[in-house]
């Protein structure tokens, strides 16, 4: 049976009840690689779905370069991940913490610097059993020049392993990560269809309880769309924006009224991610 990572849906919300949830963790060894170094972790049990648990692929990037968000950008590739080998796993889910928006030559890039550690939910087969992780991960090393790097990893996880080590970075990671639905404080209203001079957009009205102050919009569609960087309007003394984006693609498609994509909108810390309809214009 062949796994792969999805990346159009995030359980980021499981992990942030970890910090005030005892965890149990368990730590793969580095694969040291010429610009990085990566491995995989283990916290233990969902704290909020009896039937998963919680895995991590954590990623150590060297003083001066940087790998990619799973939308790059302008440039660059995102990770890839391939679970082919993997023992006593019916589903899993990749999580993607915030990027860093980055600049250069008029380009705009989405990366990760430092550390970064991307959430597995792992839902097992056999509860009972080992959950054996096998994986193979590609990523971009990036400074002046990038580089793919890549390793093997495995991980086995005993269903009745205990461990705290590893409570701190889980929940330190878990403010990264945005929440997945409409919240008093931000919320991600609607999404409409746009085109004008010849151009398609798409048209995000988002909100939040006091004024955004470095709002970033992010919109994903299927594959073959590329989106270039929104421009985005304060309304409502700047509680309210709408973000408009336009987006191209290779055979000249456009996105159908009904389709669905993928809005980030993010703010420091405040920070909403939703699977949005694309509605008619407005």
């Known amino acids: 049976m062949r796994l792969r990572a999805f990346i159009w849906l995030a359980t980021a919300l499981l ?3 970890c910090a005030a949830v005892p965890a149990r963790a368990l730590e793969g060894a580095w694969a040291p690689k010429a610009h990085s170094s990566v491995r995989l972790l283990a916290l233990g049990p969902s704290p909020t ?4 648990v ?12 940087e790998t990619y968000w799973r939308s790059p950008g302008d440039a660059g590739v995102p990770p890839d991940f391939f679970f082919d080998d993997t023992e006593n796993v019916d589903e899993l889910y990749v999580d993607w913490p915030l990027p860093t928006k ?5 380009m705009t890039t ?6 970064v550690l991307l959430p597995i939910t792992v839902y097992p087969h056999d509860r009972t059993q080992p959950i054996k992780l096998r994986m193979k991960i590609t990523y971009a090393a990036c400074r002046e020049v990038c580089m793919l790097e890549e390793a093997d990893l495995a991980l086995d996880v005993a269903p009745d392993h205990n461990d705290d080590r590893l409570a701190e970075l889980f929940a330190k990671n878990a403010a990264r990560m945005p929440v997945l639905d409409n919240t008093p404080d931000v919320a991600i209203e609607r ?8 151009k398609q957009r798409l048209e995000v009205l988002a909100r939040a309880t006091s004024p955004w102050i470095d709002p970033q919009v992010i919109i994903e569609a299927e594959p073959g769309f590329a989106f270039k960087p929104a421009v985005i309007t304060p309304i409502m003394d700047g509680r309210r924006i709408i973000a408009r984006a336009e987006y191209t693609h290779a055979a000249g498609l456009q996105i159908p009224e009904g389709a669905t994509v993928v809005v980030t909108v993010y703010d420091g810390t405040r920070a909403i991610e939703r699977i949005m309809l694309v509605y008619p214009p407005e």
């Open 15 to 17: 992990l942030l009840a």
């Open 49 to 52: 779905d009896p039937d998963a």
């Open 54 to 65: 919680i895995l991590g692929i954590h990623i150590r990037m060297q003083p001066g370069w």
């Open 102 to 106: 980055k600049v250069t030559a008029g």
């Open 110 to 115: 989405y990366v990760y610097q430092g550390d």
């Open 191 to 198: 999404v409409n269809a746009a085109a004008g001079d010849g």
